[in-house]
């Protein structure tokens, strides 16, 4: 029995590739529903045809048990899930992959490997299951390591411990969503965090990088979720301890929370738990006007009801997603509760998404729409290879405004996005938004996009693209990133966003903890050169 | 007309000093419920008795609108309001008290008064009214400074800005509790945090020491409602984006938050306010047995219901209050909304307390005895000064636990505190116990004491207690403080919590953006020499 293998190059294992007819499919679907156009086609790259460098390491035999150095690993380990990823790897442009991916099963091992990076003059590139979309796990580390060591987390995978009587559980960071969740299923017990990347992500990667989660109030970030963390540094094991609150000086936790492994590797967690919901409601609320859904959203959360799922899609999205045929932008409500039926605050909620304009079908009943929706949600990621394949570009980037700025906001970054593909393209591309989170004083603000591109200039195209996004965000008062992480991709805006004395204080923990800045080097915190995309 | 003056030694204004006939009143009153038998009545201070120190700098003329020397200034911004802190001021030791005391109205003279810090070899003391019951306004600096100076925030006290769409406000550090709420009723708004030092505390030291507040859940400390922060060191004025939630880096605000004037002051905060609250219930209801009690309101917790308050307090507790003969534990739940009436949450959480127990008056009825007990709480501050005057040691000291060490650890806390007082005293004390804040996988037990002492001999009595109770708390599992914060009194402790990497962080931090470490040395990020009580 072979195990299913994750595909070296995209989304997904490697039986999930899709085929030339799957992708065609897919892209005569959006030239219908677009009008864009796609290229010719070209096939996934397999690794026969991909030249890697030799690697610039040898393996010392204390650690040959933890170390491969095998061209899968390697070139599996080069690229996150990003669209310059995909052009990329698909161009068979692996030369930056890692010389050496390790799977260690303890802290000592992690100990042991960094102790061989400093030996070796590496850079280490922690990695949970490589679902960056931003440039987080590839080795672009600049010129001044000699070797680049992966450490892959999958081996620490466990649920270690559950406390049923606090809600608590201590998990291993390596494990993956589907993992976590089996091992607290035995206890009637849920994380319930589930990013869009829920299969092929970690809790350490999910921790590492702030992830955005299934509950869309109260606890939109992972961060929420941590009761506490042990952190592997290269000058030792960090343990913060166990409480539900504290206000002993700032919080341990939150400086590795967000520091995206340029701090430490997270090993393990004690995470708050939930029960399995027992009492779901979910609804889909249609609205003609997107100011009016923004204001149903706000209004619901300013009342104190915390709804778990609150999303806005705009109309063009729901059309793309085969939930309608654009002609309203829809919300989706939902409330769960362990305990109680949720049936009153969902009544309570439509009422207030009725104040606004909102229109919905029977009360409560679950809506079909919002299956069709999560449908296209959770495959959207393997469709993508599909739209590559065919030459169309396909990215997203999210981020977060408080609601008095919402609505212009919006229209503006819409209209940047779609004049700068159409300069860079000469076709109009097609821009669209959802909102995934909501707080009482904002919301996170989700845009897709697609383009034509001209082949061989992908790269080039997708940077003026993405550079014009990013810029008009900051200068509009948003955030880079609201749960995608900043990775290598998003530095030169994180370096503009936070305060430059923030950026110092991070730099002077990475000098103390990381004394020889072999962690992730060019993340979070920058490199001696100035940062730049891929 | 002359402005109410603080008093210089303890709680409130001038005007709120005791008589000795009321601390009679008062000491005998707790004679009768506890045995407790008074000293002799000694006399609050008064300024013409205290000898201080003459000033070891002169003000430059460039600062003198901004500085201040006078014997009330430096005799008032000498002390918190900790039990030692009244012991010491009423044997009129005062010889540690600050050389100058400054008042600035911007950021620029605070940037100026920290330039005359590095010119004079000072110590920097940030003061927001003083209520720190942790040593964390005192100028205990160890001995290498010249000088030292408090910079009181008074003057930099209003509301500059409100965002009613997102319920937001800009907030100045210096604002106390009952001005920034004066400056949001105008529009209808409420920051709604009330720690017990309310009136005495300002919004900056409510963020700097992690403040704990009204919401007994979902917001218990200030830290949830950060939106962002200004902060000026002595390498510039650091600014976080306003942001309703990021995914961008560890977050900035929350190295700032709870770091105690260790890495520089506070002086504004965009703010989540709420709107107030038109729909609000109350119950008391009653408990036989603790654990049930304690059960009853992790069942709230878990059950999704967030009540604004949930407030467990011992039958001892409630004797010493006025609450009830000490027959009864009792746990007050509170419900509150600006929207929509909460009466069917209340009456779910009525039943979920029933299941466990809880007997309670007719439902949702507003119960006297929350009332009466509110009253002890506020005016508890007030009462301790006549305690202190007749020689009864009063003090209290909050942790917290998870859930599922609670019992054990409640009681275990108790003892040893019961034990070392008879031990220290000769004589049985009496310690209580209330619940402040709960979340989903525990609590915060918070406890007080009385003890009688010998004159002279108070402050040794009283570092044994605290020391015993400090390493019962530690060893037990719970946290050294949960919203008192660290100070000076709590870094023995403090020190040995947290992560020692998490420490030798932060002093990376301190050393980058206070170079000279010039503030508030002591607190957070420990001075050369071991920390100890005072």
């Given at each position: 029995m072979t195990q299913r293998r994750l595909k070296f190059w995209g989304w997904?294992?490697?039986?999930?590739?899709?085929?030339?007819?799957?992708?065609?499919?897919?892209?005569?679907?959006?030239?219908?529903?677009?009008?864009?156009?796609?290229?010719?086609?070209?096939?996934?790259?397999?690794?026969?045809?991909?030249?890697?460098?030799?690697?610039?390491?040898?393996?010392?035999?204390?650690?040959?048990?933890?170390?491969?150095?095998?061209?899968?690993?390697?070139?599996?380990?080069?690229?996150?899930?990003?669209?310059?990823?995909?052009?990329?790897?698909f161009a068979k442009d692996f030369s930056c992959c890692p010389d050496s991916?390790?799977?260690?099963?303890?802290?000592?091992?992690?100990?042991?490997?960094?102790?061989?990076?400093?030996?070796?003059?590496?850079?280490?590139?922690?990695?949970?299951?490589?679902?960056?979309?931003?440039?987080?796990?590839?080795p672009r580390v600049g010129?001044?390591?000699?070797?680049?060591?992966?450490?892959?987390?999958?081996?620490?995978?466990?649920?270690?411990?559950?406390?049923?009587?606090?809600?608590?559980?201590?998990?291993?960071?390596?494990?993956?969503?589907?993992?976590?969740?089996a091992g607290l299923k035995k206890s009637g017990l849920t994380l319930r965090h589930f990013p869009q990347s829920f299969e092929f992500s970690t809790l350490g990667g999910w921790i590492a990088t702030r992830s955005g989660g299934h509950f869309a109030t109260l606890y939109p970030h992972i961060d929420e979720l941590v009761e506490s963390l042990v952190t592997v540094t290269?000058?030792?094991?960090?343990e913060s301890r166990r409480l539900p609150g504290s206000g002993a000086g700032p919080s341990p936790d939150r400086l590795i929370i967000g520091s995206e492994g340029s701090l430490?590797?997270?090993?393990e967690a004690w995470m708050r738990v939930h029960s399995k919901p027992e009492f779901r409601k979910s609804a889909v609320v249609r609205f003609k006007n997107i100011e009016a859904a923004g204001q149903s959203i706000r209004s619901l959360l300013q009342a104190g009801l915390w709804p778990s799922n609150a999303r806005f899609?705009?109309?063009?999205?729901?059309?793309?997603?085969?939930?309608?045929?654009?002609?309203?932008?829809?919300?989706?409500?939902?409330?769960?509760?362990?305990?109680?039926?949720?049936?009153?605050?969902?009544?309570?909620?439509?009422?207030?998404?009725?104040?606004?304009?909102?229109?919905?079908?029977?009360?409560?009943?679950?809506?079909?729409?919002?299956?069709?929706w999560r449908n296209a949600f959770i495959s959207a990621p393997f469709k993508r290879e599909g739209l590559i394949s065919y030459g169309i570009m396909h990215d997203t980037f999210e981020t977060s405004i408080t609601w008095d700025k919402l609505s212009d906001f919006h229209e503006n970054i819409k209209l940047v996005t779609e004049q700068v593909i159409?300069?860079?393209t000469g076709k109009p591309g097609h821009v669209t938004c959802r909102f995934t989170h909501a707080y009482t004083d904002g919301t996170a603000p989700y845009f897709t996009f697609h383009a034509e591109t001209k082949p061989g200039q992908?790269?080039?195209?997708?940077?003026?693209?993405?550079?014009?996004?990013?810029?008009?965000?900051?200068?509009?008062?948003?955030?880079?990133?609201?749960?995608?992480?900043?990775?290598?991709?998003?530095?030169?805006?994180?370096?503009r966003q936070r305060p430059q004395l923030f950026g110092g204080s991070l730099k002077a923990v990475k000098n103390y903890l990381d004394p020889e800045s072999r962690l992730n080097p060019g993340v979070i915190i920058p490199l001696d050169k100035e940062s730049s995309l891929p």
């Open positions: 997904g294992y490697e039986d999930q590739t899709l085929t030339e007819d799957d992708s065609l499919m897919i892209v005569k679907r959006l030239n219908k529903l677009t009008g864009l156009q796609p290229n010719s086609y070209l096939s996934p790259p397999s690794l026969s045809e991909i030249n890697l460098p030799k690697p610039r390491s040898s393996v010392p035999n204390r650690l040959s048990h933890l170390v491969s150095q095998t061209d899968y690993d390697r070139a599996s380990h080069t690229y996150g899930k990003s669209y310059p990823d995909y052009i990329r790897a991916v390790c799977f260690p099963e303890t802290n000592e091992n992690i100990l042991e490997l960094l102790e061989w990076g400093s030996e070796i003059n590496a850079a280490i590139i922690p990695f949970g299951c490589g679902s960056s979309v931003v440039g987080g796990i590839e010129d001044k390591f000699s070797s680049v060591i992966t450490i892959d987390m999958r081996k620490m995978n466990q649920v270690l411990e559950i406390d049923k009587t606090s809600r608590a559980a201590r998990i291993q960071a390596g494990a993956l969503g589907p993992q976590l969740e290269p000058k030792g094991v960090m430490g590797l997270i090993t899609v705009d109309s063009e999205e729901c059309r793309l997603a085969g939930v309608n045929k654009g002609d309203y932008h829809m919300v989706v409500i939902g409330f769960e509760n362990s305990e109680q039926p949720v049936d009153t605050l969902m009544n309570k909620a439509l009422e207030c998404m009725e104040d606004h304009g909102g229109v919905f079908g029977i009360a409560g009943e679950r809506d079909k729409t919002a299956d069709i159409k300069e860079v992908e790269l080039e195209q997708w940077r003026e693209i993405k550079t014009a996004a990013g810029d008009a965000l900051l200068s509009a008062g948003g955030t880079i990133t609201h749960h995608h992480a900043v990775g290598r991709d998003h530095m030169p805006w994180y370096e």
